[in-house]
Protein backbone atom coordinates (compact mmCIF):
# COMPACT_ATOMS: atom_id res chain seq x y z
CA UNK A 1 0.00 0.00 0.00
CA UNK A 2 1.21 3.59 -0.72
CA UNK A 3 1.74 5.54 2.13
CA UNK A 4 1.33 9.55 2.82
CA UNK A 5 3.98 11.48 4.39
CA UNK A 6 2.01 11.23 7.45
CA UNK A 7 1.39 7.50 8.30
CA UNK A 8 3.16 6.99 11.41
CA UNK A 9 2.00 10.70 12.85
CA UNK A 10 -1.78 9.24 12.29
CA UNK A 11 -0.34 5.79 13.91
CA UNK A 12 0.65 7.46 16.87
CA UNK A 13 -2.40 9.16 17.06
CA UNK A 14 -3.57 5.59 17.75
CA UNK A 15 -5.87 6.12 14.02
CA UNK A 16 -7.28 2.98 12.82
CA UNK A 17 -5.95 2.62 9.31
CA UNK A 18 -7.27 0.97 6.69
CA UNK A 19 -6.81 0.29 2.52
CA UNK A 20 -8.35 3.32 0.39
CA UNK A 21 -7.78 3.48 -3.05
CA UNK A 22 -4.18 1.68 -2.21
CA UNK A 23 -3.44 3.86 0.33
CA UNK A 24 -3.14 2.92 3.62
CA UNK A 25 -5.15 6.11 5.59
CA UNK A 26 -6.91 6.69 8.81
CA UNK A 27 -10.21 5.96 8.68
CA UNK A 28 -11.33 7.43 12.06
CA UNK A 29 -9.10 8.20 15.28
CA UNK A 30 -11.92 7.63 17.77
CA UNK A 31 -15.64 7.92 17.45
CA UNK A 32 -16.51 8.42 13.78
CA UNK A 33 -19.52 10.37 15.02
CA UNK A 34 -17.98 12.51 17.17
CA UNK A 35 -15.19 13.20 14.44
CA UNK A 36 -18.10 14.34 12.32
CA UNK A 37 -19.46 16.54 14.92
CA UNK A 38 -16.25 18.35 15.91
CA UNK A 39 -15.95 19.55 12.27
CA UNK A 40 -19.87 20.74 11.98
CA UNK A 41 -19.15 22.06 15.77
CA UNK A 42 -15.32 23.75 14.95
CA UNK A 43 -12.44 22.17 12.61
CA UNK A 44 -11.20 19.09 11.94
CA UNK A 45 -7.59 18.25 10.40
CA UNK A 46 -7.70 15.99 7.63
CA UNK A 47 -4.11 14.13 5.61
CA UNK A 48 -5.60 13.76 1.94
CA UNK A 49 -2.29 13.13 0.66
CA UNK A 50 -3.99 10.16 -0.89
CA UNK A 51 -6.24 12.45 -3.51
CA UNK A 52 -4.44 12.26 -7.12
CA UNK A 53 -2.64 15.86 -7.92
CA UNK A 54 -2.03 16.73 -11.75
CA UNK A 55 -0.60 19.66 -13.29
CA UNK A 56 -1.24 20.66 -16.87
CA UNK A 57 1.17 22.92 -18.16
CA UNK A 58 1.50 24.18 -22.24
CA UNK A 59 -0.13 26.43 -23.83
CA UNK A 60 -3.00 24.09 -25.07
CA UNK A 61 -4.13 23.21 -21.42
CA UNK A 62 -6.77 24.92 -21.45
CA UNK A 63 -8.35 23.64 -24.89
CA UNK A 64 -7.29 20.15 -23.99
CA UNK A 65 -8.82 20.03 -20.76
CA UNK A 66 -12.05 20.91 -22.58
CA UNK A 67 -11.73 18.17 -24.67
CA UNK A 68 -11.78 15.78 -21.70
CA UNK A 69 -13.53 17.69 -19.06
CA UNK A 70 -17.31 18.09 -19.19
CA UNK A 71 -17.33 21.66 -17.47
CA UNK A 72 -15.96 24.87 -19.36
CA UNK A 73 -12.68 24.78 -18.70
CA UNK A 74 -11.78 27.74 -20.79
CA UNK A 75 -14.43 30.42 -18.78
CA UNK A 76 -13.21 29.39 -15.46
CA UNK A 77 -11.76 33.05 -14.17
CA UNK A 78 -8.37 32.63 -13.25
CA UNK A 79 -7.62 31.22 -9.68
CA UNK A 80 -10.93 29.71 -9.26
CA UNK A 81 -12.00 26.14 -9.32
CA UNK A 82 -15.09 24.41 -10.88
CA UNK A 83 -16.27 20.63 -10.53
CA UNK A 84 -16.08 18.73 -13.19
CA UNK A 85 -15.81 15.03 -14.60
CA UNK A 86 -13.89 13.18 -17.45
CA UNK A 87 -16.42 10.59 -18.92
CA UNK A 88 -15.80 7.87 -21.90
CA UNK A 89 -17.63 8.57 -25.23
CA UNK A 90 -20.49 6.87 -23.80
CA UNK A 91 -20.92 9.41 -20.84
CA UNK A 92 -20.01 7.35 -18.07
CA UNK A 93 -17.82 9.07 -16.04
CA UNK A 94 -13.88 8.16 -15.60
CA UNK A 95 -13.91 10.16 -12.34
CA UNK A 96 -15.23 13.42 -10.48
CA UNK A 97 -12.50 16.43 -10.11
CA UNK A 98 -11.77 19.73 -9.19
CA UNK A 99 -10.17 21.82 -12.19
CA UNK A 100 -7.97 24.83 -10.47
CA UNK A 101 -7.63 27.10 -13.08
CA UNK A 102 -4.14 29.31 -12.92
CA UNK A 103 -2.58 31.97 -15.21
CA UNK A 104 0.11 29.18 -16.67
CA UNK A 105 -1.55 25.96 -15.86
CA UNK A 106 -4.28 23.99 -14.77
CA UNK A 107 -3.79 21.77 -11.65
CA UNK A 108 -6.43 18.94 -11.18
CA UNK A 109 -7.34 16.81 -7.79
CA UNK A 110 -9.12 13.37 -8.88
CA UNK A 111 -9.68 10.50 -6.78
CA UNK A 112 -7.39 8.53 -5.36
CA UNK A 113 -8.64 4.97 -6.66
CA UNK A 114 -8.82 6.54 -10.26
CA UNK A 115 -5.89 8.19 -10.29
CA UNK A 116 -3.75 5.81 -12.66
CA UNK A 117 -6.80 5.44 -15.13
CA UNK A 118 -7.05 8.96 -14.91
CA UNK A 119 -3.60 9.32 -15.79
CA UNK A 120 -3.67 6.73 -18.61
CA UNK A 121 -6.80 8.59 -20.22
CA UNK A 122 -4.87 11.81 -20.23
CA UNK A 123 -1.60 10.40 -21.62
CA UNK A 124 -3.90 8.63 -24.64
CA UNK A 125 -5.49 11.87 -25.63
CA UNK A 126 -2.57 14.62 -25.78
CA UNK A 127 -2.54 14.12 -29.49
CA UNK A 128 -2.20 17.57 -31.57
CA UNK A 129 -2.19 19.53 -28.45
CA UNK A 130 0.95 20.81 -26.63
CA UNK A 131 0.13 19.87 -23.18
CA UNK A 132 2.38 17.99 -20.70
CA UNK A 133 1.17 16.33 -18.05
CA UNK A 134 2.64 16.49 -14.56
CA UNK A 135 1.52 13.72 -12.03
CA UNK A 136 2.70 15.13 -8.61
CA UNK A 137 0.53 13.12 -6.41
CA UNK A 138 3.92 11.37 -4.94
CA UNK A 139 6.29 14.50 -4.33
CA UNK A 140 3.31 16.19 -2.98
CA UNK A 141 0.60 16.06 -0.12
CA UNK A 142 -2.23 17.80 0.70
CA UNK A 143 -4.19 18.70 3.88
CA UNK A 144 -7.60 20.11 4.78
CA UNK A 145 -8.53 22.06 7.51
CA UNK A 146 -12.54 22.36 7.30
CA UNK A 147 -15.33 23.79 9.98
CA UNK A 148 -16.57 26.81 11.70
CA UNK A 149 -13.08 27.97 13.44
CA UNK A 150 -11.10 26.84 10.15
CA UNK A 151 -10.37 30.55 8.72
CA UNK A 152 -9.55 32.16 12.34
CA UNK A 153 -7.37 28.41 12.75
CA UNK A 154 -5.45 28.91 9.34
CA UNK A 155 -4.82 32.68 9.20
CA UNK A 156 -2.88 31.97 12.50
CA UNK A 157 -0.26 30.20 10.64
CA UNK A 158 -0.71 31.68 7.16
CA UNK A 159 1.72 34.91 5.62
CA UNK A 160 1.74 36.28 2.50
CA UNK A 161 -1.84 36.17 1.33
CA UNK A 162 -5.35 37.72 2.70
CA UNK A 163 -7.30 34.49 3.46
CA UNK A 164 -10.41 36.56 4.53
CA UNK A 165 -10.47 37.75 1.06
CA UNK A 166 -10.06 34.36 -0.32
CA UNK A 167 -13.64 33.62 -1.95
CA UNK A 168 -15.70 29.92 -2.04
CA UNK A 169 -13.89 28.17 -4.66
CA UNK A 170 -10.56 30.21 -5.21
CA UNK A 171 -7.10 29.59 -4.89
CA UNK A 172 -4.11 31.45 -4.13
CA UNK A 173 -0.74 30.76 -3.00
CA UNK A 174 1.00 32.07 0.59
CA UNK A 175 3.33 30.71 3.33
CA UNK A 176 1.24 28.17 5.22
CA UNK A 177 3.44 27.16 8.87
CA UNK A 178 6.49 28.66 7.01
CA UNK A 179 6.41 26.82 3.74
CA UNK A 180 6.32 29.45 1.00
CA UNK A 181 4.42 28.77 -2.39
CA UNK A 182 1.74 26.62 -0.71
CA UNK A 183 -1.27 26.31 -2.70
CA UNK A 184 -4.61 27.08 -0.48
CA UNK A 185 -8.09 26.85 -1.86
CA UNK A 186 -11.89 27.62 0.12
CA UNK A 187 -12.74 24.18 -1.14
CA UNK A 188 -13.83 21.29 0.90
CA UNK A 189 -15.66 17.85 0.61
CA UNK A 190 -17.28 18.50 4.11
CA UNK A 191 -20.38 21.45 3.49
CA UNK A 192 -18.27 23.53 6.23
CA UNK A 193 -16.44 26.61 5.07
CA UNK A 194 -12.50 25.40 4.98
CA UNK A 195 -9.78 25.13 3.28
CA UNK A 196 -7.67 22.62 1.34
CA UNK A 197 -3.71 23.20 1.24
CA UNK A 198 -0.97 21.40 -1.08
CA UNK A 199 2.86 21.38 -0.41
CA UNK A 200 5.68 19.30 -0.75
CA UNK A 201 6.05 16.04 0.52
CA UNK A 202 9.02 17.47 3.09
CA UNK A 203 6.81 20.07 4.67
CA UNK A 204 3.91 17.29 5.99
CA UNK A 205 4.88 17.10 9.43
CA UNK A 206 5.38 20.94 9.73
CA UNK A 207 2.24 21.56 8.22
CA UNK A 208 0.52 19.29 10.04
CA UNK A 209 1.75 20.11 13.40
CA UNK A 210 1.60 24.01 13.08
CA UNK A 211 -2.44 23.88 11.85
CA UNK A 212 -3.29 21.27 15.42
CA UNK A 213 -0.84 23.33 17.65
CA UNK A 214 -2.60 26.59 16.45
CA UNK A 215 -6.08 25.14 16.66
CA UNK A 216 -5.98 23.16 19.74
CA UNK A 217 -7.14 26.15 21.96
CA UNK A 218 -10.27 26.25 18.88
CA UNK A 219 -10.95 22.40 19.28
CA UNK A 220 -9.41 20.88 16.33
CA UNK A 221 -8.69 17.59 16.07
CA UNK A 222 -7.40 15.29 13.34
CA UNK A 223 -10.54 13.83 11.28
CA UNK A 224 -10.49 10.16 9.38
CA UNK A 225 -12.13 9.53 6.08
CA UNK A 226 -14.81 7.69 7.82
CA UNK A 227 -16.30 10.99 9.13
CA UNK A 228 -15.12 12.70 5.88
CA UNK A 229 -18.15 10.18 4.23
CA UNK A 230 -20.54 11.25 6.62
CA UNK A 231 -19.77 14.60 6.19
CA UNK A 232 -19.99 14.45 2.72
CA UNK A 233 -23.15 12.64 2.17
CA UNK A 234 -24.70 15.10 5.03
CA UNK A 235 -23.50 18.07 2.24
CA UNK A 236 -25.21 16.31 -0.87
CA UNK A 237 -21.80 15.34 -2.34
CA UNK A 238 -20.92 12.52 -4.74
CA UNK A 239 -18.66 9.79 -4.17
CA UNK A 240 -17.26 8.20 -7.24
CA UNK A 241 -17.71 3.98 -6.79
CA UNK A 242 -21.19 5.13 -5.16
CA UNK A 243 -23.28 7.94 -6.83
CA UNK A 244 -21.52 7.99 -10.16
CA UNK A 245 -19.38 4.99 -11.54
CA UNK A 246 -19.21 4.14 -14.99
CA UNK A 247 -22.54 3.22 -15.44
CA UNK A 248 -24.28 6.22 -13.54
CA UNK A 249 -23.82 9.51 -15.92
CA UNK A 250 -23.41 12.85 -13.97
CA UNK A 251 -27.18 13.79 -15.53
CA UNK A 252 -29.34 11.70 -13.56
CA UNK A 253 -26.56 12.00 -10.67
CA UNK A 254 -27.78 16.00 -10.48
CA UNK A 255 -24.88 17.06 -11.08
CA UNK A 256 -25.62 19.23 -13.99
CA UNK A 257 -23.89 21.93 -12.74
CA UNK A 258 -20.66 20.35 -13.97
CA UNK A 259 -21.36 19.84 -17.38
CA UNK A 260 -21.48 22.60 -20.05
CA UNK A 261 -23.69 21.84 -23.65
CA UNK A 262 -22.34 25.71 -24.48
CA UNK A 263 -21.70 25.81 -27.93
CA UNK A 264 -18.27 28.01 -27.18
CA UNK A 265 -16.59 24.92 -25.78
CA UNK A 266 -16.58 22.65 -28.75
CA UNK A 267 -17.23 19.19 -28.71
CA UNK A 268 -15.78 16.94 -25.77
CA UNK A 269 -15.80 13.29 -25.35
CA UNK A 270 -19.47 12.20 -24.11
CA UNK A 271 -21.02 15.32 -24.85
CA UNK A 272 -23.38 13.55 -27.32
CA UNK A 273 -24.44 10.57 -24.98
CA UNK A 274 -24.96 13.08 -21.88
CA UNK A 275 -27.33 16.09 -24.40
CA UNK A 276 -28.96 12.70 -25.06
CA UNK A 277 -29.32 11.98 -21.61
CA UNK A 278 -30.14 15.29 -20.71
CA UNK A 279 -33.12 15.29 -22.82
CA UNK A 280 -34.70 12.33 -21.71
CA UNK A 281 -33.75 10.60 -18.02
CA UNK A 282 -35.20 7.73 -16.78
CA UNK A 283 -33.78 7.99 -13.47
CA UNK A 284 -32.36 10.49 -10.50
CA UNK A 285 -30.47 10.32 -7.83
CA UNK A 286 -32.21 11.01 -4.78
CA UNK A 287 -31.66 11.36 -0.70
CA UNK A 288 -33.68 9.63 1.93
CA UNK A 289 -33.94 9.29 5.68
CA UNK A 290 -34.93 6.70 7.37
CA UNK A 291 -36.39 6.60 10.91
CA UNK A 292 -35.59 3.17 11.48
CA UNK A 293 -32.17 1.71 13.11
CA UNK A 294 -30.63 -0.05 10.37
CA UNK A 295 -28.26 2.08 8.39
CA UNK A 296 -28.83 2.15 4.59
CA UNK A 297 -25.87 0.50 2.62
CA UNK A 298 -24.09 0.96 -0.95
CA UNK A 299 -26.36 -1.86 -3.20
CA UNK A 300 -29.26 -2.32 -0.71
CA UNK A 301 -32.60 -2.30 -2.95
CA UNK A 302 -35.10 0.19 -3.06
CA UNK A 303 -38.45 -0.99 -3.52
CA UNK A 304 -42.28 0.16 -3.72
CA UNK A 305 -44.35 -3.37 -2.91
CA UNK A 306 -42.41 -5.95 -5.03
CA UNK A 307 -41.26 -3.76 -7.77
CA UNK A 308 -37.29 -2.99 -7.53
CA UNK A 309 -36.82 0.84 -8.06
CA UNK A 310 -32.96 1.08 -7.91
CA UNK A 311 -30.16 0.71 -5.32
CA UNK A 312 -28.92 2.48 -2.51
CA UNK A 313 -25.91 4.74 -3.61
CA UNK A 314 -24.63 5.45 0.12
CA UNK A 315 -25.47 5.81 3.57
CA UNK A 316 -24.74 6.97 6.71
CA UNK A 317 -25.90 7.58 10.74
CA UNK A 318 -25.97 11.46 10.51
CA UNK A 319 -25.28 13.08 13.80
CA UNK A 320 -25.99 16.34 12.33
CA UNK A 321 -29.70 15.33 11.43
CA UNK A 322 -29.88 12.78 14.24
CA UNK A 323 -31.12 10.35 11.29
CA UNK A 324 -29.97 7.65 9.21
CA UNK A 325 -29.39 8.71 5.84
CA UNK A 326 -28.87 7.42 2.27
CA UNK A 327 -29.01 8.16 -1.74
CA UNK A 328 -29.93 6.05 -4.18
CA UNK A 329 -31.78 5.94 -7.71
CA UNK A 330 -35.22 5.78 -8.31
CA UNK A 331 -37.33 6.32 -11.48
CA UNK A 332 -37.43 10.02 -12.61
CA UNK A 333 -41.62 10.38 -11.60
CA UNK A 334 -40.65 9.07 -8.29
CA UNK A 335 -38.04 11.29 -7.21
CA UNK A 336 -40.45 13.60 -5.15
CA UNK A 337 -39.48 15.10 -1.64
CA UNK A 338 -41.96 13.20 0.68
CA UNK A 339 -42.33 10.24 -1.24
CA UNK A 340 -42.07 7.06 0.84
CA UNK A 341 -40.53 4.05 -0.52
CA UNK A 342 -39.03 0.64 1.44
CA UNK A 343 -35.52 -0.06 1.50
CA UNK A 344 -34.88 -4.07 1.41
CA UNK A 345 -32.34 -5.17 4.05
CA UNK A 346 -31.36 -8.60 3.41
CA UNK A 347 -35.68 -9.77 3.01
CA UNK A 348 -36.22 -6.93 5.76
CA UNK A 349 -38.18 -3.90 4.70
CA UNK A 350 -37.62 -0.38 6.27
CA UNK A 351 -39.58 3.01 5.23
CA UNK A 352 -37.49 5.81 4.01
CA UNK A 353 -38.78 9.14 3.16
CA UNK A 354 -37.35 11.26 0.53
CA UNK A 355 -36.23 14.52 0.94
CA UNK A 356 -34.59 18.08 -0.46
CA UNK A 357 -30.71 18.10 -0.97
CA UNK A 358 -28.34 18.40 0.23
CA UNK A 359 -29.49 17.11 3.58
CA UNK A 360 -27.32 19.69 5.76
CA UNK A 361 -26.22 23.33 4.37
CA UNK A 362 -24.31 25.76 6.08
CA UNK A 363 -25.68 28.53 4.72
CA UNK A 364 -29.33 27.80 4.32
CA UNK A 365 -31.38 29.67 6.30
CA UNK A 366 -33.15 27.63 8.93
CA UNK A 367 -36.94 27.75 9.50
CA UNK B 1 -5.50 -16.01 25.74
CA UNK B 2 -9.62 -15.94 25.30
CA UNK B 3 -11.82 -18.21 27.41
CA UNK B 4 -11.31 -21.80 27.32
CA UNK B 5 -14.77 -22.83 28.52
CA UNK B 6 -16.01 -22.69 25.27
CA UNK B 7 -15.77 -23.05 21.34
CA UNK B 8 -14.99 -20.38 18.58
CA UNK B 9 -16.16 -19.80 14.91
CA UNK B 10 -13.27 -18.68 12.30
CA UNK B 11 -16.13 -15.96 11.95
CA UNK B 12 -15.60 -14.61 15.83
CA UNK B 13 -18.50 -16.26 17.10
CA UNK B 14 -18.85 -18.21 20.50
CA UNK B 15 -20.52 -20.68 22.09
CA UNK B 16 -20.26 -22.44 25.51
CA UNK B 17 -22.47 -25.23 26.50
CA UNK B 18 -23.83 -26.04 29.33
CA UNK B 19 -25.69 -29.37 29.56
CA UNK B 20 -28.44 -29.33 26.56
CA UNK B 21 -28.24 -25.54 25.99
CA UNK B 22 -25.60 -23.75 24.14
CA UNK B 23 -24.88 -19.96 24.76
CA UNK B 24 -23.86 -17.72 22.04
CA UNK B 25 -21.96 -14.68 21.96
CA UNK B 26 -19.26 -12.65 19.82
CA UNK B 27 -15.64 -12.30 20.93
CA UNK B 28 -14.04 -9.16 21.58
CA UNK B 29 -12.12 -9.71 18.73
CA UNK B 30 -15.36 -9.18 16.68
CA UNK B 31 -16.22 -6.29 18.65
CA UNK B 32 -13.23 -4.61 18.10
CA UNK B 33 -13.15 -5.12 14.63
CA UNK B 34 -16.46 -3.87 13.95
CA UNK B 35 -16.30 -0.31 16.23
CA UNK B 36 -12.48 0.41 17.01
CA UNK B 37 -12.65 0.68 20.47
CA UNK B 38 -15.64 2.79 20.16
CA UNK B 39 -18.33 1.53 21.17
CA UNK B 40 -20.33 4.11 20.48
CA UNK B 41 -20.17 3.12 16.98
CA UNK B 42 -22.55 0.28 17.24
CA UNK B 43 -25.84 1.12 16.06
CA UNK B 44 -28.06 -1.87 15.84
CA UNK B 45 -28.25 -5.54 16.65
CA UNK B 46 -31.20 -8.15 15.64
CA UNK B 47 -31.56 -10.91 16.93
CA UNK B 48 -33.76 -13.95 16.01
CA UNK B 49 -37.68 -14.90 17.94
CA UNK B 50 -37.74 -17.26 20.56
CA UNK B 51 -38.53 -20.33 18.87
CA UNK B 52 -37.33 -20.07 15.69
CA UNK B 53 -34.49 -23.08 14.39
CA UNK B 54 -31.52 -22.33 13.35
CA UNK B 55 -28.81 -24.83 11.86
CA UNK B 56 -24.93 -24.94 12.65
CA UNK B 57 -23.07 -21.98 10.82
CA UNK B 58 -26.56 -20.53 9.77
CA UNK B 59 -26.77 -16.59 10.11
CA UNK B 60 -29.18 -15.83 13.33
CA UNK B 61 -28.96 -12.36 13.07
CA UNK B 62 -26.71 -9.07 11.75
CA UNK B 63 -24.86 -7.10 14.25
CA UNK B 64 -24.32 -3.28 12.48
CA UNK B 65 -21.71 -0.37 13.26
CA UNK B 66 -21.56 3.23 11.76
CA UNK B 67 -19.40 1.67 8.89
CA UNK B 68 -19.71 -1.93 8.93
CA UNK B 69 -22.48 -5.22 8.96
CA UNK B 70 -21.98 -8.05 10.11
CA UNK B 71 -23.42 -11.46 10.04
CA UNK B 72 -23.73 -13.29 13.71
CA UNK B 73 -23.38 -17.21 12.59
CA UNK B 74 -24.60 -20.20 15.24
CA UNK B 75 -21.54 -21.97 15.75
CA UNK B 76 -24.02 -25.19 16.55
CA UNK B 77 -27.89 -25.91 15.66
CA UNK B 78 -30.94 -25.66 17.79
CA UNK B 79 -34.21 -24.38 18.91
CA UNK B 80 -33.64 -20.35 20.13
CA UNK B 81 -34.83 -20.81 23.82
CA UNK B 82 -33.54 -17.15 24.82
CA UNK B 83 -32.25 -13.81 23.74
CA UNK B 84 -30.51 -11.04 25.63
CA UNK B 85 -32.84 -8.17 24.55
CA UNK B 86 -30.80 -5.94 26.61
CA UNK B 87 -28.01 -5.99 24.51
CA UNK B 88 -30.51 -4.55 21.30
CA UNK B 89 -31.03 -0.80 23.25
CA UNK B 90 -27.20 -1.51 25.29
CA UNK B 91 -25.00 -2.32 22.44
CA UNK B 92 -22.19 -0.96 25.34
CA UNK B 93 -22.25 -4.26 27.40
CA UNK B 94 -20.76 -6.02 24.00
CA UNK B 95 -17.79 -3.75 24.16
CA UNK B 96 -17.70 -3.91 28.00
CA UNK B 97 -18.33 -8.05 28.33
CA UNK B 98 -18.58 -9.97 25.77
CA UNK B 99 -18.03 -13.28 27.58
CA UNK B 100 -20.69 -13.22 30.01
CA UNK B 101 -23.15 -10.40 30.20
CA UNK B 102 -22.71 -9.61 26.23
CA UNK B 103 -23.94 -13.44 25.09
CA UNK B 104 -27.15 -13.02 22.37
CA UNK B 105 -28.66 -16.45 22.11
CA UNK B 106 -29.61 -19.68 24.00
CA UNK B 107 -30.29 -22.65 22.07
CA UNK B 108 -31.12 -25.74 22.93
CA UNK B 109 -28.71 -28.09 21.36
CA UNK B 110 -29.12 -30.16 18.29
CA UNK B 111 -26.19 -31.65 18.36
CA UNK B 112 -22.98 -30.60 20.49
CA UNK B 113 -20.36 -31.13 18.36
CA UNK B 114 -19.19 -29.87 14.72
CA UNK B 115 -16.04 -30.14 12.69
CA UNK B 116 -16.04 -25.95 12.69
CA UNK B 117 -15.70 -25.47 15.89
CA UNK B 118 -12.16 -24.21 17.46
CA UNK B 119 -11.29 -24.63 20.80
CA UNK B 120 -9.64 -21.31 22.15
CA UNK B 121 -5.73 -21.82 20.94
CA UNK B 122 -6.61 -22.90 17.39
CA UNK B 123 -9.60 -19.74 17.72
CA UNK B 124 -5.72 -17.31 18.85
CA UNK B 125 -4.40 -18.50 15.76
CA UNK B 126 -7.18 -17.18 13.48
CA UNK B 127 -6.94 -13.45 14.87
CA UNK B 128 -3.63 -13.77 15.13
CA UNK B 129 -3.87 -13.96 11.30
CA UNK B 130 -5.95 -11.17 10.70
CA UNK B 131 -5.42 -8.81 12.88
Not at chain 1, 21 to 37: N, S
Not at chain 1, 190 to 208: D, K, L, M, S
Not at chain 2, 55 to 60: D, I, K, N, V, Y
Not at chain 2, 98 to 106: F, Q, S
Request: hydrophobic share 35%.
Amino acid sequence: MKQTPLRDTHHALGAKMVDFGGWEMPVQYGPILDEARCVRERAGLFDLGHMGRVQVNGEDAVAYLDRLATNHVAKIPTNSIRYSLFCKEDGGPIDDLLVYKGDDHVYLVVNASNTDVVLEWMRAHTGGFDVEIDDQTATTTMIALQGPKALEVLKQVTTDCDLDALGYYKFTFGTVCGVPNTRISRTGYTGENGFEVYFANEHAQRVWDGIREAGESAGVQPIGLGARDTLRLEAGMPLYGHEIDREHDPIQAGLAFGVSFKEEKGDWIGRDALAKIAEAPTRALVGFTTDGKRVPRQGYALMRGDEHLGDVCSGAVSPTLDTNIGTGYVPVELAVPGTELEMDIRGKRQTVKLVEQPFYSRTRKKS
Amino acid sequence: MRPDDRKYLSSHEWIKIDGDTGIIGITDFAVQELCSGNESDLVYCDLPEEGRVVEAGETFGEIESVKAVADLNAPLGGEVIEVNSAIEDHLEILADDPWERGWLIKIKLAAKTSDALLDAAAYEDVVAQEA
